[in-house]
Structure formats: structure tokens, C-alpha cells
């Protein structure tokens, strides 16, 4: 009979096969933690800001609420997009990117909302209280964006080269096509 240690040295085992992923390639431990944040923080905004019972010039409550509802949603989603195994299935590769154009978007249209129905309320304590739930969400997509920056950089660099291909023959196919263009070829 074989023994099971022969083996040890020279098989790798198989990676986990878990729904969840953190760390992941595109979500490091701190940063699901801010993005946790910033789904609860936008949650209680847009909370707070359903509750105001009138207002006088509603306009910048309802863009408040567009915004607010809007970083809630789809800071969930993109949360749970990268913290499971549902982006492989969604066909998007450029994760990185789509990451950092979301957050830097969010961020700005959640400080510009905040801002706006800061400037343009009936200083209730619930609208005071959603402000200030605002401008900590917009706070906390500002530090996710550093984060990203610090560790990654800025996912738009050019310069990357392209990942060989691991096709068997894709090479010999490649360099064929080189060598049959119209310029080398002598008639």
C-alpha cells in the first residue's frame, strides 16, 4: 500500500470552495468593513430623511433621498457583488474600475446632496440628523477612495500588458498570422 505522505510535497490542495470571499482579490478586510459602513451610514440618512414630515422647499430633500436611497442600494450590491462569488457570473472583469468609479461618483454626488439640503431645510432636529448621517457617508466613501488609492493606486493606469493567452497553440497561431500579412509575403 502507497502512503498518503508521498503525495504531500507535490499536491496542492484544492482552494475553498466557500460562497464567501474576504480578503478577495478586489476587497481587502478593512475596506469591506468601510463599505459596511457607508451601506449602515447611507441607511440611516435616507431613513432619517423619510421620516421629515413636511418641508418647504422640497426640492433638496428629494434630491437628498434620490442620493441617499441610491448609495444604499447600489453600495449593497456592489458590497455583495465583490464580497461573494456573484461576480464571476455578472461577465464584468474590470472590477477594480468599476469599484473606484462608483465610490468616487457616490462620494461626490452624496457631499453636493448633502450640501444642498444642509443649505436648504427647516433646521429640524430629523433634518439636521440626516445631514449629518449624510455628510458622515460621504466622509466614509472619501476614506474607502483613499484606501483604494493607498493600496491599489489608481486602477486607470496604461502600461499593463496583456496576460498570455494558456491556450495550447494560441502562440504558433498568433506567430503564423505575423509571418502571412500581406508585407511578407513575396509573390
Do not use: H
Not at 44 to 70: D, G, Q
Not at 77 to 99: A, E, H, N, Y
Not at 114 to 142: H, R, Y
Amino acid at each position: 500500500m502507497a502512503s498518503s505522505d508521498v503525495y504531500k510535497s507535490t499536491t496542492v490542495p484544492e482552494p475553498r470552495a466557500s460562497f464567501l470571499l474576504v480578503p478577495s482579490e478586489n476587497l481587502e478586510k478593512l475596506r469591506v468593513l468601510i463599505k459596511i459602513l457607508q451601506v449602515l451610514l447611507s441607511l440611516v440618512a435616507f431613513v432619517l430623511e423619510e421620516v421629515v414630515n413636511s418641508c418647504f422647499s422640497c426640492s433638496a430633500l428629494y434630491f437628498f433621498e434620490f442620493i441617499s436611497c441610491t448609495a444604499f442600494l447600489f453600495t449593497l450590491l456592489l458590497l455583495i457583488l465583490l464580497f461573494t462569488t456573484l461576480r464571476t457570473k455578472v461577465g464584468i472583469t474590470c472590477w477594480p474600475q468599476v469599484d473606484f468609479i462608483y465610490t468616487a461618483v457616490i462620494f461626490i454626488f452624496f457631499l453636493i446632496a448633502s450640501i444642498v439640503f444642509a443649505a436648504d431645510n427647516t433646521k429640524t432636529s430629523l433634518e439636521l440628523s440626516a445631514v449629518a448621517f449624510g455628510f458622515l457617508a460621504s466622509f466614509a466613501f472619501l476614506v474607502d477612495l483613499l484606501f483604494f488609492w493607498k493600496s491599489q493606486g489608481l486602477p486607470f493606469r496604461g502600461g499593463r500588458s496583456p496576460e498570455p493567452s494558456r491556450e495550447p497553440g494560441a502562440g504558433a497561431l498568433a506567430e503564423s498570422q505575423k509571418l502571412n500579412t500581406p508585407d511578407n509575403n513575396t509573390q
